[in-house]
């Protein structure tokens, strides 16, 4: 154990020793704190005060557990997989597991991930006979919320009465779930409300975990919500030893229910908790952290944190700005593929940005450059259709009561059971209180022809016989039963591009399967499903050499020795939902944050003066984050972001035409829509004017955004070729009507 604490700095050595009570580790990014998590339980161990399986760690992601268990097998040996080393969501799967019969819930529930969810939602919207869209958009939202809230329709309805169509968002909330309890289903933000409402309520199963956990360990304590919390201070309850590690200037998913103030107020929940802080990085050289602590500084809802490293400064951040997004992302392919002539690897590089919307350039791009690269905040594996289908069968193996499962795959492949079938069978289990997959069992009990009755048996014959043959197969073997027995293949065999791509990803999927058992060789059908349905998005990242185009949600806690944060304007980064200067611009900022901290040895900050977004090209004003780190990047602080805020915001999202000078005007931007500025016939050193519209012999159509010098030089915004500066005397310009 000494050579363990040897490993550890004085920062990390602190909250390791200090075993007792409610314990604060602020952990700034690259710190170690995952050293620190692992180091600690190995501590507690050895030192006999708890066994592994008195241990409650709890992380955010299956990737973090799954390096988490590694970290301990390494120290510990085989003593270190603990079966409580997990996520969230994966804890409260277990704890209902054995304990949900307590509040109603039967152990062997199916968990619906989104994509079940919106079916269902969309089920009940159809039953309820609405037809509106924006509906079932403001529905979606609405049950997504009362989840998070720990809301039932009832009180959700009473609460957010002043909504428009709350009364209808209630009825479709209902309905929602009595499907859910006919289905024995639990969507993910079920597994938290039900574990919470078993834990408040049944006062034995409380007192038993409470005890049970001689530990909690929370990492990533930034990112919990309400919910999480309250779960978490009920298992803390019997021996008061809370260790929490996070960050909050990590905290970026408050529009997920995160609640920053949990680790902000931490301490006055828990007076007698002792608070640490982890400055150290070892991850980023000096420079990349100067820029780092240069931005976060100007948020004030934080704890006082200054990253630090005895790393040299490295090459200092490149900002750079192009004329168009294409110009940005030929700048970064044109980086990237001298470094890999070099030597270097492409996963050496990630493209990080804050809306998936800007991918489109740099795949383009990359593309005609040859560089490989993987986008990731699109399908995952476990979400593309093929193997959603197989999943289905294997949820409605798992639990007979899951409709949603046996709706999907009933057809598939085709059976010639139709649409109006299933609506009889739906008709059928409503009225005497069965399940779809009964309705196929007393398929001699429906108005159907003798031939749609056989299919439907068959099919039920064939449910029947997996469902035995899982009783005693192992998961894998199940698989290939499945896929041969129900003909699976013949479902994507269509002899195209797509369907052989399909077929490749059933062979994957086995190949996941076999994984798993591999490592689980006692775990069931149960198991998997449960550690497939609760994976992340990062759990996919594997190591192969590609460059990472990524959303900055989707690679917080990764690293990559080079990145490129694209997109840096107002309105795109910050959001422009992120209006003045509360907690949402400091949300924004701590996103600036995570990104900044991915990079290892470079970092590249880009923007394009003129971007294609959301169906037209508008002219963009520099993000006022590059505004507060000017100083660092060496750019002059060349605007104004507040009276002429609010007019940008409309010219950048909506298509009255309005349009700003380039990076370089200074003070505040007068914007005026076309047909407000006169429009001489003629062209001359002193005829044009700011909104005028144009036609250049070379570039097109085009329209004039600034006048300099006295009205002899004018900048012009050309559609599909930039801004240009230009002559307003020999320029070979016709001025439009």
């Given amino acids: ?75 510990l040996g085989e003593g270190g997989n603990g079966k409580w080393i997990c996520t969230i969501h994966s804890m409260c799967v277990k704890i209902l597991r054995e304990f949900g019969d307590r509040i109603g819930v039967k152990t062997n529930f199916s968990i619906y991930s989104e994509t079940e969810r919106n079916n269902i939602i969309k089920k009940s919207f159809r039953e309820l006979d609405y037809d509106d869209e924006r509906l079932l958009k403001s529905v979606k939202y609405h049950i997504g919320n009362a989840k998070m809230l720990g809301l039932d329709p009832d009180r959700y309805g009473r609460k957010f009465a ?13 309905k929602y779930e009595k499907h859910l309890q006919e289905n024995n289903a639990l969507d993910f933000d079920d597994l938290l409300l039900k574990t919470l409402r078993l834990l408040r309520h049944d006062k034995e199963t409380l007192e038993y975990l409470s005890d049970k956990f001689k530990y909690v360990l929370v990492d990533e304590f930034q990112d919990t919500n309400a919910v999480q919390y309250d779960i ?84 200092k951040p490149v900002y750079y700005q192009a004329d168009e997004e ?28 804050r809306i998936n919307a800007l991918t489109r350039s740099y795949e383009q791009e990359f593309t005609k450059y040859g560089i490989p690269y993987r986008v990731f905040g699109g399908f995952r594996f476990f979400e593309r259709k093929e193997v959603k289908d197989i999943l289905a069968y294997l949820r409605l193996i798992s639990n007979s009561f899951d409709s949603e499962a046996l709706e999907r795959i009933i057809n598939v492949p085709k059976r010639g059971i139709g649409g109006k079938t299933v609506e009889l069978m739906s008709g059928y289990a409503q009225s005497t209180g069965l399940t779809m997959y009964d309705a196929c069992l007393d398929a001699e009990e429906l108005p159907l022809t003798r031939g749609a009755k056989d299919k439907l048996k068959n099919f039920a014959e064939l449910i029947k016989g997996f469902i035995i043959s899982s009783l ?35 062979d994957e999927f086995i190949a996941s399967v076999d994984d798993f058992v591999r490592l689980n060789p006692q775990a069931g059908l149960d198991e998997y499903l449960n550690q497939v349905t609760l994976s992340s998005d990062t759990d996919d990242m594997d190591t192969s050499d590609y460059v990472t185009l990524a959303t900055i949600h989707s690679v917080k806690g990764l690293e990559f020795p080079c990145v490129f944060i694209c997109g840096l304007e107002e309105g795109i980064m910050p959001s422009s939902r992120a209006e003045g200067e509360g907690a949402g611009l400091e949300e924004e900022r701590r996103l600036m ?112 955004i600034a006048v300099k010098n006295g009205g002899t030089v004018i900048n012009v915004a050309f559609e599909g070729h930039g801004i240009k500066e230009l002559s307003a005397s020999i320029a070979p310009l016709e001025i439009l009507n």
């Fill in 1 to 75: 154990m000494n050579t363990l604490l040897e490993k550890l700095n004085e920062e990390q050595l602190k909250p390791v020793l200090d075993t007792e009570g409610a314990v604060l580790v602020l952990a700034g990014a690259g710190s170690g704190k995952t050293r620190v998590l692992t180091s600690r339980i190995a501590y507690i161990i050895s030192e006999r005060k708890a066994e592994i399986s008195q241990i409650l760690a709890i992380t955010f992601t299956n990737k973090a557990a799954g390096e988490m268990k590694e970290r301990l097998t390494g120290m």
């Fill in 593 to 704: 944050y995570v990104a900044i901290t991915r990079a290892e040895k470079q970092l590249y900050i880009t923007r394009s003066k003129s971007r294609y977004l959301y169906g037209h090209r508008d002219l963009t004003k520099p993000s006022k984050f590059i505004n507060e780190l000017a100083s660092e990047l060496g750019v002059k602080n060349t605007y104004d972001y507040g009276g002429e805020r609010r007019a940008y915001n409309r010219a950048l999202y909506s298509s009255d035409d309005g349009y700003e000078s380039d990076f370089e005007v200074k003070g505040n931007v007068s914007f005026k829509p076309a047909f407000a500025s006169p429009k001489p016939k003629t062209g001359g050193a002193s005829h044009y004017a700011v909104g005028m519209r144009v036609r250049h012999a070379k570039f097109g159509n085009g329209m004039v």
């Fill in 472 to 506: 005693s197969t192992p998961v894998n073997e199940l698989v290939r039963e499945v896929i041969a027995l129900a003909d699976l293949r013949s479902a994507y065999d269509d002899g195209t591009d797509e369907g052989d791509g399909k077929l490749a990803n059933l």
């Fill in 162 to 174: 002043f909504e428009r169509n709350i009364d209808d968002v209630v009825l479709i909330y209902e």
């Fill in 232 to 315: 978490i201070k009920l298992l803390a309850s019997g021996h008061g030893n809370l260790f929490a590690v996070g960050d909050d200037d990590q905290s970026i998913y408050g529009w997920r229910g995160a609640e920053i103030k949990n680790i902000l107020t931490f301490d006055k929940d828990f007076p007698q908790a002792k608070v640490y802080k982890l400055e150290r990085n070892y991850r980023s050289t000096g420079s990349i952290l100067s820029l780092a602590n240069s931005i976060i500084k100007h948020n004030s809802a934080r704890h006082g944190k200054t990253l630090w490293t005895q790393a040299e400064d490295g090459e």
């Fill in 326 to 353: 294409a110009g940005e992302a030929l700048y970064t392919a044109r980086i990237i593929s001298d470094a890999v002539a070099r030597g270097a690897k492409y996963s050496d590089y990630a493209v990080l940005m």
